[in-house]
């Protein structure tokens, strides 16, 4: 999340830093010197040896333009020097020192530290390795199987599951989460290597009935008297008979919180 928010401000400072630069050659290359005489302000034009120039206070245009162009060089500077700190803050953040600190640990002692963070691998196995028991399918139900060889109970749950499966995006399927003490199947608990964070993604199909749609709201408010808010830990996805689950959607949701 840090370094999400440390990549936009970057984007930002970069564009502010273009723009000052292309704007710099249409701003006058003087610059401006003010002092007050009771209510009055005036202003002077400033040249390279420090010769003052009256400027009348009817050429509005060029005090505003003397003005802007000495805000921007402030601001060029100020964003150049946060430009600075923000890369140097961006590489410690993209070498991860603290999870590679066992590196240079032997084998047969690494395994007997307990790590204060882990690497993406390990996060990853660990949260894999967690054991739970699905529902379960009835006798005679229909019979669907993702790429992946797991069985799910609806087409538009294969195409999720898959889509998960082949964009490497680490989940489980149904696996039992409590909501004020019952405890529900979700679609699907899926992990987020990059935010270190589990969401859980249901389903919604049939928005076109009343009855389902009812009930949609009914399971979100459930899921948020329990802590599960949509965008922070969960996200819901929707279709009807007309609208489908499409591949764009999850597409948007894997550039979100999965990459």
Excluded at 142 to 160: A, L
Excluded at 231 to 247: D, R, Y
Aim: hydrophobic share 35%; glycine share 4%.
């Amino acid at each position: 999340m840090l370094l999400d928010e440390l990549n936009s401000r970057r984007d930002l400072l970069e564009k502010i830093i273009a723009l000052i630069q292309k704007r710099s050659a249409t701003l006058p290359g003087a610059r401006m010197w003010s002092s007050r005489s009771g209510e009055k302000v005036n202003y002077y034009l400033v040249d390279s040896e420090g010769n003052k120039k009256y400027i009348n206070s009817s050429n509005k245009s060029l005090i505003q333009a003397l003005a802007q162009r000495e805000y921007e060089s402030l601001v060029f500077k100020k964003c150049k020097k946060e430009l600075y700190h923000i890369n140097k803050l961006t590489q410690l953040q993209e070498e991860k020192y603290l999870s590679t600190a066992d590196s240079k640990i032997s084998d047969s002692k690494r395994k007997w530290i307990q790590k204060y963070q882990l690497s993406d691998d390990e996060f990853r196995a660990n949260w894999e390795a967690k054991q739970y028991e699905g529902k379960g399918f009835e006798d005679g139900s229909q019979e669907i199987y993702t790429d992946r060889g797991e069985r799910v109970r609806s087409k538009s749950e294969k195409i999720v599951a898959d889509f998960f499966f082949h964009s490497n995006i680490t989940y489980k399927y149904e696996k039992p989460i409590i909501l004020n003490g019952i405890t529900v199947y979700a679609d699907f608990s899926v992990l987020s290597v990059k935010l270190r964070k589990e969401f859980v993604v249901e389903l919604f199909g049939m928005m076109d009935n009343p009855e389902y749609a009812a009930a949609t709201v009914r399971k979100i408010d459930t899921y948020a008297r329990a802590g599960y808010i949509i965008g922070k830990n969960l996200i819901p996805m929707f279709e009807s008979s007309q609208i489908p689950i499409s591949v764009n959607m999850l597409k948007a949701i894997k550039t979100e919180y999965f990459m």
